[in-house]
């Protein structure tokens, strides 16, 4: 069964840094892609960034500078090391893992980040 838990979310002013983790089992963690999304309230799921199995990484325009994606693989984790926060950046963050050659992909339940003014 495969599980992804995030956790790291809260409230924090802008400016401000926030350390998002997400712990995987049931997978094959270093062979999976990771990402994380997020979703703002009344807004389209959108990719934040991605790290591949070799470690290459991807971000979003908006996040480029701000925000760093890593794994660990012999803890199963991904993290997303967030930033000079702005209050755009509230949403909530998902966890996804993806195995393009198997069309695998799985989601975690999700972790609510809010950035105030």
């Known amino acids: 069964q495969v599980q992804l838990v995030e956790s790291g979310g809260g409230l924090v002013q802008a400016g401000g840094s926030l350390r998002l983790s997400c712990a995987a089992s049931g997978i094959v963690f270093s062979i999976q892609t990771m990402g994380w999304y997020r979703q703002a309230p009344g807004k389209e799921r959108e990719l934040v960034a991605s790290?591949?199995?070799?470690?290459?990484?991807n971000y979003r325009d908006s996040v480029k500078g701000r925000f760093t994606i890593s794994r660990d693989n012999a803890k199963n984790t991904v993290f997303l090391e967030m930033n000079s926060l702005k209050p755009e950046d509230t949403a909530v963050y998902y966890c996804n893992c993806r195995l393009e050659a198997l069309d695998f992909s799985s989601w975690g339940q999700g972790t609510q980040v809010t950035v105030s003014s």
């Open positions: 790290i591949a199995a070799g470690g290459t990484t």
